[in-house]
């Protein structure tokens, strides 16, 4: 099965920073690479389908990038309610393999 | 609006059996294939199990293989997981997921229930 790594695995910033967030995979997974985001006691979110690509409703300070085995998700500002955890998924072989995920804590 | 809800989360004892249910409401369910996604207490997510909007594909993690079985009822708008022969390491919250296209293939998860807990005691 296809690993995703996940790093770091904490991040500590402010408010009003930027945050970057890598996936590599232990193969390549061309673009298809999803992100969610996750807040305690609540299901995953979908924010970024197809390594580049924001679902509906999602703020333009989230933006992905990345094909192959190297991807990353970038939060342009953080803004109060994006401290949570970030997950990758990959869609390219079953079983759909999720890193471990980031914690972005506000430091 | 989309809604996924699940039910049949329990408390039960190594070598049980349990059945658990997702009632889908707010998109044409039958044709979306649809997911088990579980969570280990402050774990990672693991695709458990998936199955194709006719229902015609079904697709298992290796540690469920031979244990669980997917399968939904188009006429019910419900997707089901029955687990049988439960582990400790199958305690977990049990999220069911709706795929953001229309292929037959699992892919990327647009929509998730609020989860159902299943907790397996040794």
């Known amino acids: 099965e296809i690993v995703l790594t996940q790093s770091p695995a904490t991040l500590s910033l402010s408010p009003g920073e930027r945050a970057t967030l890598s996936c590599r995979a232990s193969?390549?997974?061309?673009?298809?690479l999803a992100w969610y985001q996750q807040k305690p006691g609540q299901a995953p979110r979908l924010l970024i389908y197809d390594a580049s690509n924001r679902a509906t409703g999602v703020p333009a300070r989230f933006s992905g990038s990345g094909s192959g085995t190297d991807f990353t998700l970038t939060i342009s500002s953080l803004e109060p309610e994006d401290f949570a955890v970030y997950f990758c998924q990959q869609r390219s072989n079953w079983p759909n393999t999720f890193g471990h995920g980031t914690k972005l804590e506000i430091k | 609006e989309v809604q996924l809800l699940e039910s049949g989360g329990d408390l039960l004892q190594r070598g049980g059996s349990l059945r658990l249910s997702c009632a889908a409401s707010g998109f044409t369910f039958s044709t979306y294939t649809m997911t088990w996604v579980r969570q280990a207490p402050g774990g990672g997510l693991e695709s458990v199990s998936a199955?194709?909007?006719?229902?015609?594909?079904?697709y298992y993690a290796d540690s469920v293989k031979g244990r669980f079985t997917i399968s939904r009822d188009n006429s019910k708008n419900t997707l089901y997981l029955q687990m049988d022969s439960l582990r400790a390491e199958d305690t977990a919250v049990y999220y069911c997921?709706?795929?953001?296209?229309?292929?037959?293939?699992?892919?990327?998860?647009?929509?998730w229930g609020q989860g159902t807990l299943v907790t397996v005691s040794s």
């Open positions: 997921a709706k795929d953001f296209s229309r292929m037959a293939v699992p892919g990327t998860l647009d929509f």
């Open positions: 193969q390549s997974v061309s673009s298809y």
């Open positions: 199955i194709s909007g006719s229902g015609g594909s079904i």
